[in-house]
């Protein structure tokens, strides 16, 4: 079964507004989570890593004021997509590492899919 | 980090095998090779990794070469639920490395019935 949960699985706003999205370990605790965005026909593109009880570091060219991320606890990260405008309509995943090894697979979410009209 | 290529797509008959290639051909002595695995609409999903021996599990099998710089991941008997875009990563087990994983295009896969 699914190890990480992501919430919505599809969302539709309006531009202007904020979406928030949820992504939770199910049975394990993750200290480092991972968000990535991804276009039709595209590949994943990372977007950040989420670190519990400290900031994201956000990857070249992601807009930290516009894409908040918020690691609170060990097993629940969020993406707000602030200000949502058309050009923000995309598939958003995360994942989390499951496992001590460095070398553990990583777990995605089944993403959001995320349309702003 | 290294960067691998692989071809755009491939195409398989249902229950046969199917081999998918990828070049890595600056590979580090540290880099771990990872496949995951996206079918349509969904988040990717782990397949199988190694760092130098083959490896074999439920899902496939892991074909390195000697010198590092290819692999090859195994399907072997394709089902049509193994149609997904396939994507061969370089992951840098080094102390300090990156846990991220990077996407390239990936292999997508078509299985005919």
């Known amino acids: 079964g699914a190890v990480v949960s992501q919430h919505p699985s599809r969302v539709i706003c309006k531009s202007g507004t904020s979406v928030k999205i949820e992504c939770r370990s199910l049975?394990?605790?993750?200290?480092?989570m991972f968000w990535y965005r991804q276009f039709p026909k595209q590949s994943l593109m990372l977007m950040a890593t989420?670190?519990?009880?400290?900031?994201?570091?956000?990857e070249q060219g992601v807009e930290k004021d516009k894409f908040l991320i918020n690691h609170a606890s060990l097993t629940l990260s969020t993406l707000t997509v602030t200000s949502a405008h058309p050009e923000d309509s995309s598939f958003y995943i995360c994942?989390?590492?499951?496992?001590?090894?460095?070398?553990?697979?990583?777990?995605f979410g089944n993403g959001t899919r995320l349309t702003v009209t | 980090d290294a960067k691998t290529t692989q071809p755009n797509s491939m195409e398989s008959n249902e229950e046969e095998p199917v081999h998918l290639p990828c070049n890595h051909s600056?590979?580090?002595?540290?880099?771990?090779i990872h496949w995951y695995r996206q079918l349509p609409s969904q988040g990717p999903e782990y397949v199988i990794h190694?760092?130098?021996s083959n490896v074999n599990n439920r899902m496939a099998s892991l074909a390195i070469a000697e010198d590092r710089k290819s692999s090859t991941l195994i399907l072997h008997r394709a089902t049509l639920r193994d149609a997904a875009v396939y994507y061969c990563?370089?992951?840098?087990?080094?102390?300090?490395?990156?846990?991220?994983?990077?996407f390239g295009k990936g292999t997508k896969l078509t299985v005919n019935p």
């Open positions: 190694g760092l130098t």
């Open positions: 600056t590979i580090s002595g540290t880099d771990y």
């Open positions: 049975d394990f605790q993750a200290t480092t």
């Open positions: 989420s670190n519990e009880g400290s900031k994201a570091t956000y």
């Open positions: 990563i370089l992951r840098d087990r080094a102390q300090g490395g990156s846990e991220k994983l990077v």
């Open positions: 994942s989390a590492r499951r496992g001590q090894s460095y070398n553990s697979p990583l777990h």
